[in-house]
């Protein structure tokens, strides 16, 4: 039986995390808060709109519902300069070849990302067609980790959860797709990610004995 693997988008196929960062960045400094890199950390997997409520936070600043429309335009609208100029060399190491080697298994292949932007970066990165499903944050109502970017995925493709692995680098990713009962694997480092089943560091740690006993358990 066929299995569908589900990808994150942003820290698993592409590193736009310092596009975010830098698009957060100014804009805080546009309303005189300070925005760190550990505090972009938190914000990886997490929406737009809870995002900027949660720099809102850090600051210790209420804004207006009109203000708040504004500065998220600002936000994305800065970092789509970033996005813009971006091609295939920013696919991730050896993404492209984990892609091709489940495809060439015949495995469903889906992204579960909360980015609004997750098509135009796959186009962008020229990878959309690799693609059987795609869901992202247009799609879905509640962020992670509650399971519904990934449980939609799954239906889609009529694969039961339990056939299904997540790859993901946000501890809020990892715990979507548990909360899915899913197989969760971890990208990034093993403490932050000490909830997921397995955990690499990238996808060039990943062999294909690995990914031949996912496809075949
Ligand atoms: C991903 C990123 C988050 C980002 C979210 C929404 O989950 O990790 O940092 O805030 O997508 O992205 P968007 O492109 O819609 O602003
Ligand atoms: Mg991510």
Not at 16 to 33: C, E, N, P, R, S
Not at 43 to 52: F, H, I, N, Q
């Amino acid at each position: 039986t066929k299995k569908a693997f589900i990808f994150d988008l942003d820290g698993v196929i592409v590193d736009t995390a310092k596009y975010h960062f830098l698009a957060w960045k100014k804009l805080a400094g546009t309303i005189g808060i300070d925005f760190t890199e550990h505090q972009n950390e938190q914000l990886k997997g997490v929406s737009r709109v809870k995002s900027l409520e949660k720099i809102l936070v850090w600051g210790n600043k209420s804004i207006s519902d009109a203000e708040f429309t504004r500065l998220m335009a600002f936000k994305n609208d800065d970092y789509l300069t970033y996005i813009d100029k971006m091609d295939e060399e920013e696919i991730l190491p050896d993404v492209t070849k984990t892609l091709d080697f489940l495809r060439g298994k015949k495995q469903y292949i889906a992204l579960g990302s909360a980015s609004k932007n997750a098509r135009m970066i796959l186009e962008k990165v020229n990878i959309l067609e690799k693609f059987d499903v795609i869901v992202d944050g247009n799609d879905v109502t509640k962020g992670k980790p509650d399971p519904e970017v990934f449980l939609k995925a799954a239906e889609h493709l009529n694969v039961p959860p339990e056939h299904c692995i997540v790859f993901e680098d946000a501890v809020a990713g990892i715990q979507a797709a548990n909360n899915a009962r899913m197989i969760s694997i971890g990208i990034g480092d093993k403490n932050t990610l000490h909830e997921a089943d397995y955990v690499f560091s990238d996808f060039t740690e990943m062999d294909d004995d690995f990914l031949n006993e996912l496809i075949n358990r």
